[in-house]
């Protein structure tokens, strides 16, 4: 297999014909050897009877049903763990990742890089969604030490060796493009038009961006934990500082600071504790997950599947 295409299925069912159809036309332009790897990720409007339509119709789609829904990215894994291709691209199924865009990355990846990741040009999302992605990687980029351009997406084209190495990887709280840039191979970007979505609205909820952004952060970074020890010291200090200028001003002032200061402190205290105790306990509970071994996701069903790739759920 020359060229795979994984493409995680979720809430966007009538773009499937049309995604299919785009495909199709612009890698049957590089090869006659291709696969289209649809992850149905429990869709709620049952994305699955298109996509056994589509394997039924065309033996280049490979269709893949997962037993419940893992989100995004691990619904993306199982398509790379089942992927046969020398070159694997990954795209999102609204068709806001342009398939005709395929045909640039796969020939600016021969210029010799491994992986070529896409940046939206015109970005078609909402001012407060693009403004809380600016902020969340920009936390990012301090938190992991690294420059990350909030411009680029999950749309990309990436060779064998760096999907095998990426997929090596079987953390529960993980990520795509960030981890592909820490595997460190030769890469680059590429401007991409990013169109409307064809239908429906994004899954991701604040609530659910809000927690995925936590797991990111506390599953690549552990300098929440080092400002919090630092904060400790800092707050500590002044405490100490505080304690001596009451009682230099309680004996030769004569001034009482009474009891309102004092339960203002412990407030305080006793507020950033808990703050401390509560990161702490994301990392524990990171860890809790972790030992456990469980797997990332398990498949329902495979239609069409190639050989030469594993049955197992990983």
């Given amino acids: 297999m020359h060229i795979s295409v994984v493409i995680p299925v979720y809430g966007c069912r009538a773009a499937l014909p049309e995604l299919h159809r785009r495909l199709t036309q612009t890698l049957i332009k590089l090869t006659h050897d291709y696969e289209i790897i649809l992850v149905n990720d429990n869709c709620p409007q049952n994305s699955w009877e298109v996509i056994e339509t589509l394997c039924a119709q065309d033996n280049h789609v490979v269709g893949i049903e997962m037993s419940r829904n893992f989100g995004q990215l691990k619904a993306t894994l199982a398509g790379l763990d089942y992927s046969t291709g020398d070159w694997v691209v990954v795209m999102d199924c609204d068709l806001q990742d342009r398939p005709e865009e395929i045909e640039n990355l796969y020939k600016k990846a021969q210029e010799g890089y491994d992986f070529v990741v896409a940046r939206r040009e015109n970005r078609q999302d909402s001012k407060l969604k693009m ?5 969340f990687y920009s936390v990012y980029s301090f938190a992991t030490d690294t420059k990350y351009d909030p411009s680029l997406c999950n749309f990309s084209i990436c060779s064998r060796q760096v999907i095998d190495s990426y997929c090596t990887m079987r953390e529960s709280h993980r990520g795509f493009t960030m981890y592909l840039m820490w595997m460190g191979f030769r890469w680059t970007t590429m401007d991409v038009v990013h169109n409307e979505r064809f239908e429906g609205k994004s899954g991701y909820n604040f609530s659910k961006r809000m927690r995925m952004a936590v797991e ?23 405490a100490f500082l505080f304690v001596v200028v009451t009682v230099i001003r309680y004996f030769t002032l004569h001034i009482s600071m009474g009891y309102s200061s004092t339960i203002a402190m412990i407030a305080l205290m006793g507020g950033l504790t808990i703050m401390a105790v509560g990161v702490v306990g994301i990392y524990v509970g990171n860890v809790f997950m972790e030992v456990k071994h469980r797997p990332l996701y398990i498949v329902r069903t495979i239609l069409n599947k190639k050989q030469g790739r594993t049955d197992e759920a990983q």
């Fill in 131 to 135: 403004m809380l992605s600016n902020c």
């Fill in 216 to 238: 990111l952060l506390t599953s690549q970074s552990d300098k929440l934990l080092r400002i919090v020890a630092m904060s400790g010291m800092v707050i500590s200090l002044l």
